[in-house]
T-cell receptor
Framework: AQTVTQSQPEMSVQEAETVTLSCTYD???????LFWYKQPPSRQMILVIR??????QNATENRFSVNFQKAAKSFSLKISDSQLGDAAMYFC???????????????FGPGTRLSVLP | DVKVTQSSRYLVKRTGEKVFLECVQD?????MFWYRQDPGLGLRLIYF???????EKGDIPEGYSVSREKKERFSLILESASTNQTSMYLC???????????FGPGTRLLVL
């Protein structure tokens, strides 16, 4: 079964600085998707960024970018120019591309709580 | 924008009560999901539905049931609430199988 690990339960960053959140996963599949979700204190979970495993180019979304290392099964999220509004719980998630049991295709990590210091 | 709403933000119930958590999405999504979120455990899938009246067990279905009578609405039912079901419950939906999931704001349930 696939697993997703986020080894940093909590992190903090100074406003305007850059921070990297780590995520590793375990899978025997060759094609899959990876996601970073953000859950602010208001609790609505929103998608930050998505990466397709067969694409070598790292996904970027404004100040958010990923470092996808397929061989190492690593998928870290870099937040540049951190803002107070970036403070949230961040979840890394893995999804199989195909499967009979569709709902269990998504696997979430335990989350990293990011604090942004003014 | 996709909108996923949940009937309550906070709920307090007593042990043994029957509890209904409702989720509604307004984008005609096929798939709907119920997760519970606990500190250090991330999100764990309880049940999901890929069509009206269709449901599948997730990783932790024990003590829960679901109902999907209409495409836009997916209900989570705790037949007899227990204290170990105190948690944050998140509903999500996706257009088709395996696509990006959109989440509701969550319901924090306290069972006394």
């Amino acid at each position: 079964a696939q697993t997703v690990t986020q080894s940093q339960p909590e992190m903090s960053v100074q406003e305007a600085e850059t921070v990297t959140l780590s995520c590793t996963y375990d899978t025997s599949e060759s094609d899959y998707y990876l996601f970073w979700y953000k859950q602010p204190p208001s609790r609505q979970m929103i998608l930050v960024i998505r990466q397709e495993a067969y694409k070598q180019q790292n996904a970027t979304e404004n100040r958010f970018s990923v470092n996808f290392q397929k061989a190492a099964k690593s998928f870290s999220l870099k937040i540049s120019d951190s803002q107070l509004g970036d403070a949230a719980m961040y979840f890394c998630a893995y999804r199989r591309k195909e499967g009979d049991n569709y709902g269990q295709n998504f696997v979430f990590g335990p989350g990293t709580r990011l604090s942004v210091l003014p | 924008d996709v909108k996923v709403t949940q009937s309550s933000r906070y709920l307090v119930k007593r042990t043994g009560e029957k509890v209904f958590l409702e989720c509604v999405q307004d984008m005609d999504h096929e798939n709907m999901f119920w997760y519970r979120q606990d500190p250090g455990l991330g999100l764990r899938l309880i049940y999901f539905s890929y069509d009206v009246k269709m449901k599948e067990k997730g990783d932790i279905p024990e003590g829960y049931s679901v109902s999907r009578e209409k495409k836009e609405r997916f209900s989570l039912i705790l037949e007899s609430a227990s204290t170990n079901q105190t948690s944050m419950y998140l509903c999500a939906s996706s257009l088709r199988t395996g696509q990006t999931q959109y989440f509701g704001p969550g319901t924090r349930l306290l069972v006394l």
